[in-house]
């Protein structure tokens, strides 16, 4: 059962195959993409981890697309690619966010990570109310109770702004997640079908387009007309 992993979120990004035999999975290749060069180089990094391991596409159990957040562009060249390669060949989908993978990366219930513009893409673990995923700054920062929580970061940026906010919670420091993380958190997820749907997935951004910001900023600014 070969699985493609797709990751085009963060400032680095990564595709991934591996092989699911019998609840075992076994990371056969991943190669890693520059941040500014996805639409360039994410379709033909997929094509040599296939050809390398001599597997076609239609041979493809599942895709697992991390959806976000991160970046608009990185977000919408990953899903663009998936959506192609899924819909060419009927291939199903599975999507996960990034903090979740962090956070099992991390093996925590929280994770933070750098959104820029002094900000943080956040997930908060509630006990009894379960994870929730936002996008947070110093002021929602202030008004979150993270319960002396454990929370999963992977850059220094994101790791500042939650010292600053929350001095008591213990930061758990990794390496960034990639396409094979993603693989080995969602492979039970694989095997028992928790497929998207491929018409309704989109990007999990957590913050509005600079385009529909600055957009929507212009509009308030200009006069009314008499």
């Not at 943080?120 to 700054?137: D, N």
Request: proline content about 5%; overall charge negative.
């Amino acid at each position: 059962m070969p699985i493609l992993a797709i990751d085009t979120c963060g400032p680095t990004g990564s595709v991934a195959l591996a092989r699911l035999t019998n609840d075992a999975l076994e990371i056969i290749s991943q190669t890693e993409l520059e941040g500014r060069n996805y639409s360039a180089t994410l379709v033909a990094a997929v094509a040599n981890l296939l050809t390398n391991a001599k597997i076609q596409l239609d041979q493809l159990t599942a895709i697992v697309a991390v959806n976000g957040p991160g970046s608009f562009t990185g977000v919408r060249v990953g899903l663009s690619a998936v959506k192609g390669l899924a819909e060419a060949r009927q291939i199903p989908v599975v999507a996960v966010s990034r903090l979740e993978v962090l956070a099992w990366k991390a093996q925590s219930q929280s994770s933070a990570l750098d959104a820029h513009r002094h900000e943080v893409f956040l997930r908060l673990t509630t006990p009894g109310l379960g994870p929730k995923e936002l996008l947070a700054g110093p002021d929602e920062l202030a008004a979150l109770d993270p319960l002396n929580t454990s929370i999963a970061v992977c850059d220094e940026a994101a790791a500042a702004l939650l010292q600053t906010a929350w001095p008591a919670a213990h930061q758990i420091r990794v390496e960034a997640p990639t396409a094979a993380d993603a693989l080995k958190l969602c492979a039970p997820r694989v095997t028992v079908r928790d497929f998207a749907d491929l018409a309704l997935l989109d990007g999990h951004y957590l913050r509005r387009s600079d385009a529909e910001i600055f957009g929507a900023a212009s509009k308030a600014a200009k006069p009314q007309s008499a």
